[in-house]
């Protein structure tokens, strides 16, 4: 079924730049995409509806570690690698801490200098608005115009705490987990369940002490072996590298590349993103519905007493939701 789509001229433009690969409308629709505005979120509605059909090219690989692993170091050296290659790359990112402060601690151009010099490079911070709920169906919806502008690896990256690991494996092909030589961090990353989405592991400074990183590559392998891969035709590989000297940056490419062919010959990958569009989907109805019921003129007029009457025990949690829920029915 076809939604109806209706354009004004401004954003026809913006279409058409997008389309033409050119970065100041690109610039501008993510811009609109950002918007807390209720008529740029129609208006970016709508020109993301007639990007949409240009959407779907791209290599989409999440990358996650916590602050100081290495990330931007790693992202520029992979991003000047893929560009020798031919490739045009997108680096986005979802960042807890900007909907928290306001302030990104990911994202930002002068950490990857060489690669945001580069005209086949977009590097896009973090959206600082919003929940992380917000921030990560900003950085979806970018991630689509992205593809739609012609970038055909994007590079979704966020810091190894809370829930943004899950936000991002759930809009990237293939989510990486860098991880430092350290004995323990290992652990670190099972109890947090980050290692059960990980399809790929990287011990990054591995420059630094070799055998350290090696016994961390053994170690990481014993405990990923506690774990089920989404998919019976892969194992999470575990590399070893060097971002600061550009080492090991080819083969974990190729480890990327055979996961995507790998994935993609079962049909596994395909499957993967209409699962994440049909989950999209429903964290989007789940929040409207939300926003929705917390905007209702009766359920705002009566939620206080209701929650203080649960609070102090003179009704029972089951019949304040029943009669709040009532008021949307
Ligand atoms: P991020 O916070 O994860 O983005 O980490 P950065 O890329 O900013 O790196 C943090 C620090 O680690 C910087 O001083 C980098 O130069 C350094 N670093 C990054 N990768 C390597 C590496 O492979 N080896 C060594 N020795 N240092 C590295």
């Known amino acids: 079924m076809d939604l109806p789509v209706q354009l004004d001229p401004a954003d026809q433009a913006l279409v058409d730049g997008v389309l033409a690969r050119r970065l ?4 501008k629709t993510i811009t609109l995409i950002e918007s807390q505005r209720e008529d740029h979120k129609a208006r ?3 020109v993301l509806e007639a990007l949409l059909p240009h959407t779907g090219g791209a290599l989409r690989v999440g990358i996650s570690g916590v602050p100081g692993v290495g990330k931007s170091t790693f992202i520029e050296a992979l991003g000047l690698f893929l560009i020798e290659q031919g490739h045009r790359v997108a680096v986005l990112a979802v960042d807890p801490s900007s909907s928290v402060t306001g302030g990104s601690i990911l994202g930002d151009k002068t950490r990857m200098e060489l690669l945001s010099q580069r005209p086949e490079a977009y590097i896009r911070p973090s959206p600082s608005a919003g929940s992380l709920g917000g921030v990560a169906e900003k950085t979806r919806e970018t991630l689509l115009a992205c593809e739609a502008a012609g970038f055909d690896v994007i590079i979704v990256e966020t810091v190894g705490v809370g829930q943004s690991e899950t936000a991002v494996a759930g809009m990237t092909d293939i989510f ?4 430092l030589p350290n004995a323990g961090d290992d652990l670190q990353a099972i109890k947090k369940g ?3 989405i990980a399809d790929l592991i990287v ?3 591995a420059d630094i002490d070799a ?6 590559k053994s170690q990481m392998k014993s405990a990923l072996a506690m774990f089920r891969h989404a998919s019976p035709n892969w194992t999470p590989p575990v590399l070893t590298l060097s971002a600061l000297r550009k080492e090991g940056i080819a083969a974990f490419w190729r480890e990327v590349l055979r996961f995507r062919d790998t994935l993609g010959a079962t049909g596994e990958l395909d499957a993967k993103r209409r699962h994440q569009a049909l989950s999209w989907m429903w964290e989007m109805i789940d929040r409207g519905l939300r926003s929705r019921f917390r905007n209702h003129p009766k359920v705002r007029a009566e939620l206080d007493a209701l929650q203080a009457a649960v609070d102090a025990g003179t009704t029972t949690p089951s019949a304040a939701a029943a009669r709040l829920l009532g008021f949307i029915d």
């Open 203 to 205: 011990i990054n400074k």
């Open 24 to 27: 100041r409308p690109l610039a």
């Open 194 to 196: 980050i290692m059960e």
């Open 176 to 179: 990486c987990l860098l991880q």
């Open 44 to 46: 970016a509605r709508a």
């Open 211 to 216: 055998n350290a990183a090696q016994l961390a």
